[in-house]
């Protein structure tokens, strides 16, 4: 988004969101009433898709690129490492942001927000998002929980400057929030590897649950879109791709696999295998189906070089892809043969027609969850 004279930076972007559809007109006093600006701090990092890296904007530095910041379709990271990392530089993690505008807005369009709900948000994050709920359905009928102490009291203070008091909770989402439940709607604006249980108990049969959803395989995600049946059980396709940071408590922790790969590995004899290119290895939807059929795997892509990890085992799989398209160099070490199963779950989807997230759903019962292509008849544990 950038400023110009027909308006200012805020109605440019709110014109962008509804000309795209990621606003629906219902959204639209919302939206114009909850300035984004008004919950991002002094000094914020934005993210750059091009670069895939971030941009900082420091409000003290330069109030009008800072405020065009605030109103570009970019994500903006507001804290690192939950909070250990100081200072102007980027940190090793984003652990807390303000969401892309056209996906709070797209998902907020998907949760419908119809009059009469109460309103579970999981990751308040700025609090922008808990506003915008509250300018749609009043602050009496939405709850926020955010984990980290810090961004809840600035969550907190930015809301009550906006007017707005909903009930933000500090604690750890996973929990949702029983002492307000049940709920209508569920948003989770951070991402799961598993559904918490207690978001299905805490929504009342018919109410529905948002979440990003993904596997340990690979940060990427897909939006689930499950409802809440009479039985307990909740279930519901996946919408579309997205990106979120990981719930804590879900997080992978990558010294699991530090005694996988032995230092002098290069050693190990290497196989040209197949004629998987990195581009198909890497693909949007190759990478969330792969995550759904490679039970407790993880991959690793770093320039021409993808490792994958067991988590069960210490079976792991270097491919060592060549500049020019060719078959990958490919090591294999473990009880598990990783290399083996990855290409026979390529060719699986690739017969199946190279189905996207959206045709993939899941269900959530209190005994765990499972995902499902197509339909539910047909269900694999995940
Ligand atoms: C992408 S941000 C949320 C964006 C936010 N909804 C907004 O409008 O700015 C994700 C947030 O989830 C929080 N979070 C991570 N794990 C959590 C957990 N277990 N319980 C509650 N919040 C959590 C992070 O601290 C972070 O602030």
């Known amino acids: 988004m950038t400023d110009t004279d027909t308006g200012r930076p805020s109605d440019e972007l709110g014109r962008y969101l509804l000309d795209r559809g990621d606003m629906t007109s219902d959204w639209a006093v919302p939206f114009a009433a909850v300035p984004r600006a008004a919950f991002l701090p002094d000094r914020m990092w934005v993210w750059d898709m091009e670069t895939q890296g971030t941009e900082l904007h420091d409000k003290q530095d330069d109030l009008a690129a800072w405020t065009r910041a605030a109103y ?45 709900v109460r309103v579970l948000e999981i990751g308040t994050g700025t609090g922008w998002n808990a506003g915008l709920l509250c300018a749609r359905r009043g602050e009496a009928n939405v709850v926020t929980v955010e984990v980290d102490a ?90 579309r791709p997205v990106e979120f940071m990981t719930l804590r408590g879900q997080r992978l922790d990558w010294g699991r696999f530090s005694g996988h790969v032995p230092e002098d590995y290069a050693s190990i004899p290497a196989v040209r295998r197949s004629c998987v290119t990195l581009a198909e290895l890497t693909g949007t939807a190759q990478q969330f189906v792969c ?40 090591r294999q070490l473990g009880p598990r043969p990783l290399w083996d199963e990855l290409l026979c779950v390529l060719e699986w989807w690739r017969r199946g027609g190279s189905p996207g997230p959206r045709h993939f759903g899941l269900t959530v019962t209190p005994n765990g969850q499972s995902a499902w292509l197509l339909d539910r008849a047909n269900a694999w544990v995940v």
């Not at 490492?81 to 942001?97: E, K, V, Y």
């Not at 029983?178 to 049969?205: C, F, K, L, N």
């Not at 490792?307 to 892809?321: C, G, I, N, Y």
């Open 72 to 116: 570009r379709d970019a994500p903006i990271v507001t804290q690192w490492d939950d909070g250990r990392h100081a200072g102007s530089t980027a940190g090793r993690l984003a652990t807390s942001s303000a969401s892309m505008p056209s996906v709070v807005l797209s998902m907020l369009r998907d949760l419908d927000v119809v009059d009469g």
């Open 150 to 239: 810090q961004v809840a009291a600035t969550a907190r203070t930015a809301l009550g400057r906006a007017g707005l008091r909903p009930a933000v909770v500090c604690g750890d989402g996973a929990a949702g929030y029983g002492v307000r439940a049940p709920y209508d709607r569920v948003i989770a604006t951070v991402g799961v590897r598993s559904v918490p249980y207690a978001w299905i108990e805490q929504t009342r049969p018919g109410g529905i649950v948002l979440t990003p959803w993904g596997t340990h395989y690979s940060n990427q995600e897909a939006l689930a879109r499950l409802t809440v049946d009479e039985d307990g059980t909740a279930s519901g396709p996946f919408l």
């Open 291 to 330: 995550g759904l059929r490679m039970h407790r795997c993880a991959q690793v892509v770093n320039g021409r070089r993808v490792w994958l990890f067991d988590m069960d085992s210490t079976s792991w799989v270097l491919a060592e892809f060549p500049e020019e398209d060719g078959p990958p160099l490919v």
